[in-house]
């Protein structure tokens, strides 16, 4: 067999066009052999498919390199979770867009790694001036903000908490019952003091117990944490009147805007997150709402001294008199070594699109979720939550169990039908649309209701027939 070609350098394209072209069939006819949001017939079935095209994993003789793109590929789209599909709306899971997707064949193909001037030339300078622009959009008032990019909101929020740390020592973070998981997770990586929860009954951060809270804890060092965009219920916290108490008590904040913060790109939408601005740090995920494919997230702050603690020194990839001499120092921009320029399909999204483009999307999704619970008020047989804040939606069939709606969700992914999320708020289970796919018809939602209303009946006629 003859030396694989490499995909750089100017025989790399040529190399590289027949197998894009293999792997794009496959992508195709696995879709095609899927038929929907995903495949039918739950986790035995597709690990049994799966696995028939794996076997042998690693065999004596290879099979070539269309063959194995052809049978790999089209076995994991065929088993895949497509998020592309509008019926496949559980997670914070974006269906990327085809141009930022390209741009991460790029990425791939030149493989630059982010931890060295020297092995990521240009991409140094890409990353370091699209961050600044980011960071730029969250704190437009201040002359030199700055932002890191990170494998995505858990990422970011443990560097946000890390920071606090060096500044303070060991701060003790505040955070609501409505926080994200990795606020905690990353309190306990860093050996800080367990999180303090606030409630958040509504779906959002209680102020009156945060109030008390950090009167409490005064002349601790303190670092509240508010979300722009939960989990659960895609709420915002209060974030103005959050940060009026921080400056009360003199505490710091972080907000989690992994899921909402690109809202500041619309528009029609940026109200709903004033008071990012006031944070002490920021982070965004644009492998949510902003159509990337992961990894894409990013850690904002005000001003670009305040991630000098992440300085590292490794004389083999920032040598002192290199330094000096002009060459960028890129080790104080992660706390990984080698990554990918995720960057890239970023900046390129951002030529691409505009503000007006990014806009349109953001406004398209937050429309089709406004129409998704129109549908669910005027539908008798479902009850909804509440009026979606970003793009979640929650609701159940009227008068069912938890049981039931429990078996619905699970019955629609082993049928293949739809992936819709799950939540519990208020006492009772809930079924959560996270619309995230701008081609999203209202057609598409009058099928995702029927799917439910038709499946509540089955299951209640099932019921009363044992």
Known sequence: ???????????????????????????????????????????DTVTTHMRTALDPVIPEHGTGPHHALATLIGALTEGAADPADPLCAAHLHTPPLALATAADLAASALNPSMDSWDQAPAASTLEADTAAALAAEIYPHQPHPDALITTGGTEANQLALLLARERHGPVQTITGANAHHSITRAAW???LPTPLTVPAPDGTLDLAALNDTLTRQQGHPLLVTATAGTTDTGQIDPLTDIADLCHTHGAELHIDAAYGGPLLLSPTHRHKV?????????????????????????LAVPDHRHLHALHHHA??????????????????????????????????????????????????????????????????????????????????PTDADDDTVATIRRTLLTRGHAVLGRTRTHGHLWLKATLLNPHTTPDDLNQLIDLVTHLTAELTESSTNR
């Open 1 to 43: 067999m003859p030396t694989p070609p490499l995909a750089g350098s100017t025989t790399g394209p040529t190399a590289l066009r027949p197998l894009i072209d293999t792997v794009l069939t496959a992508l195709q006819e696995g879709a095609r052999r899927r038929d929907g949001p995903l495949p039918a017939g739950g986790p």
């Open 189 to 191: 990586l860093l050996g």
């Open 274 to 298: 004033n008071g990012l601005d006031r944070a002490h740090s920021v982070t965004l995920d644009l492998h949510k709402l902003g159509w990337q494919p992961a990894s894409a997230g990013i």
């Open 315 to 396: 004389p083999y990839l920032n040598a002192d008199d290199d330094t000096r001499a002009g060459i960028p120092d890129l080790l104080g921009r992660s706390l990984r070594t080698t990554r990918r320029p995720d960057a890239l399909k970023i900046a390129v999204t951002l030529q691409a699109l505009g503000r007006t483009g990014l806009a349109d999307l953001i406004d398209r999704t937050c429309a089709a979720a406004h129409h998704l619970a129109d549908l669910i008020t005027k539908t008798p047989a479902l009850d909804l939550y509440d009026r979606p804040t970003i793009t979640t939606v929650l609701f159940r």
